[in-house]
């Protein structure tokens, strides 16, 4: 009978080398700083990141021609992957279109292999299985080891003679299975836990309770996939948003963490945005039942039609005259400067919104101090879209007590919104005075989802607010109001005790309030 003799070699652990790129000093300076985790090698810095990119290429090149020359992969190498817990391809596990599939264990010939990442801020040289290798996205293999050396020797007891067995050998009969010798030192596959991260946070393996870690994991897991949706679904991000704040809030609970409330809380407020943005688009009520109103994509969303509301009291507040087309005027260059004070206006803005004596008008705001001009006033008027007037008013500049804080696209929205109502179509075509344009504007931006004047408790408009913004009597607003109607802006206007009551026409519940 044969007797074979296997002689082990010892294990050991995989090298891994990373290049990194850094910024360094000040970020304007654009200065980076290159460091390898190779003892021998000494941080270097460049003044660009080009170079730092070159110098780094050429410093892994002058890895891996040292490697080569001393031999290579090693068989007897463990993998440098697994020694980190395979975290260079399991970080997220959710399997995103085009990543190559994570696998379960390490498996296959020890390869030598180099990543990259796309920023180009970070290489890696790792001796690492054939598996782990293809699971890490954009890791390319150089080389690849020969299996471990097991020297044999035979011990034969019989006619043929006697063979003598190499010293240290570990002897199997031939009849039998051979078992790796040092099975004792090699530890078993260990499985590893499902990773997962929500809100640039990974969560933690041990936090307990189970199910919060995982319903966290599946929440970092369903942020990401409606990232990837072609179309937004608001109700569903609502609901994602409303599942993150409970999470989130029960984190906070079993760790104390400030921080993690403070998330809970913006997850809250961003369920009421989400609710709010559902309804603007499909006019349904935030609690989901409908609110009755068509499903109409709005001009204004419910807060920037709140900052509308604010210019038109803010307008009428500090309106140097009291006349309808004053209030226009000024409410059009109030709109253009909100931000800094000062905006861009043409020729034909000015004559499209003041019907009357536009150069008059003018006149007596720059006489006032209201308004600032770069030049002359027939200069303003003649000034065109290419080159338009820079108009200024010292109440809307940075400081002033009386300045409006706006953002730029709420600013630019509300602008928006105002040139649409003052420029409607039929309320031009009717050639409609300044007081029945101011109207206009007030109905549109008090009006609720379904285009109804007035919050539902109120039952319509005060009549006196209506009549001061409009600069008329309180009996004249009815009259007024019919005129709009005669322009299918309005129906159902009645003027009865001391509300104006009515509803916006299907056609103009885009440029409605949402009051």
Known sequence: MAVEAHTPEERVAGRVWTVRLDPYGRLSAGTVRLTCSRPACADQHFPHTAEGRKAAVGHVNSHLAHIRTGGGPRGRAWCGCRAADCAWHTPDPDTRPGNRPVTGRCGGPIVLAVYADRAGRLWRIAEMCASCAAAVPGCRVLDTAP???????????????????????????????????????????RRTRRQGTIAQRTVPDDLRPEVLRDELIELGDAFRAYQRCAEPDLAHLATLHERKARAFALWADVTGDRTLRHEAERAESAVLTTREMHLQRTGESLDGTGGGAPAVERLLTRVQAVRAREVLAHVQEHVPFPDAEMRLATLLFTLRAAR??????????????????????????????????????????????????????PLLLPGSPTELSIGKTTRARISGWAQKVVGDRKIRKKKLGAPTRLLALYTAAHSRSDGRLGTAEDDGLPLDAVAAFCTLPPTEVGEHAELLVAADWLVDADVSGDRLRGQLTERCLPLGGLL
């Open 147 to 189: 299996p471990p050396r097991r020297s044999t020797a035979v011990r034969s007891e019989s006619r043929h003679g006697t063979v003598e067995a190499a010293p240290g050998a570990v002897t199997l009969f031939s009849d039998q299975h051979p078992a790796r010798p040092d099975a004792a030192s090699v530890p078993a596959p």
């Open 340 to 393: 800094t004070g000062a905006g861009n206006v043409t020729g034909q803005d000015l004559t499209g919104w003041l019907l009357g004596d536009t150069e008059d008008v003018l006149e007596r705001l720059v006489a006032s101090g209201w308004l600032q001009l770069p030049g002359t006033v027939p200069e303003a008027l003649a000034s065109r879209p290419e080159e338009p007037a820079v108009v200024t008013v």
